[in-house]
Antibody, heavy 118, light 110 residues
């Protein structure tokens, strides 16, 4: 089955770090742009970062630049999000997603919850 | 990278039609024909229902349609059905590889 499965969400203290992972199955992972999209409790969707299939191009939303880093390992069919200096504003469900280009996101994971609290 | 502007809520009766607006700027909605729309049920992942302003992904009903004029995109749902009750989000390409979403619209089918 074509799917994305996120893991790594947890309760972390403000200022802490967390690494999210996303395992892709049954499609040519390395051929696709991939993205992380988050949704704070009761709020809307927010694009966080994306990365080209070969990993050579990537970008992040301004609010996480310098703190979060998207990366991928095509040999492991895996996408990652390293999150440092976490704040309460980063608390959200984080979705891994396949981006066919220009916002055409056709495949989503089930999401993983990141809670930032002392 | 400000969020696109959507109405917080809309409502209508079964069989009626509704339109949800999505207003951005010339740097996003107005600058590209790359607006997509997503449907999201509570505690579920979003689902793509429109891409590139007015194209349907495979398997999506043609009761959903999209359009754009200037800096505002719109999603129209015709022949409303109870299962259309959900949250709807617009999304626009914003240059480089950036994307920006709208704040979301809650659709209630009365």
């Amino acid at each position: 089955e074509v799917q994305l499965v996120e893991s790594g969400g947890d309760l972390v203290q403000p200022g802490g770090s967390l690494r999210l992972s996303c395992a892709a199955s049954e499609f040519a992972f390395g051929a696709f742009w991939m993205a992380w999209v988050r949704q704070a409790p009761g709020k809307g969707l927010e694009w966080v970062a994306n990365i080209k299939g070969d990993g050579r191009e990537k970008d992040h939303v301004d609010s996480v630049k310098g703190r979060f880093t998207i990366s991928r390992d095509n040999a492991k069919n895996s996408l990652y999000l390293q999150m440092n200096s976490l704040t309460a504003e980063d608390m959200a469900v984080y979705y891994c997603a396949r981006d066919l280009g220009w916002g055409r996101i056709d495949l989503w994971g089930q999401g993983t919850l990141v809670t930032v609290s002392s | 990278q400000s969020a696109l502007t959507q109405p917080a809520s809309v409502s209508a009766s079964p069989g009626q039609s509704i339109t949800i607006s999505c207003t951005g700027t010339s740097s996003d909605v107005g600058g590209y024909n790359y607006v997509s729309w997503y449907q999201q049920y509570p505690r579920k992942a979003p689902k793509l229902i429109i891409y590139e302003v007015n194209k349907w992904p495979s398997g999506v009903s043609n009761r959903f349609s999209g359009s754009k004029s200037g800096n505002t995109a719109s999603l129209t749902i015709s022949g409303l059905q109870p299962e259309d009750e959900a949250d709807y989000y617009c999304c626009s390409f914003a240059g480089g590889s950036n994307l920006v979403f709208g704040g979301g619209t809650k659709l209630t089918v009365l």
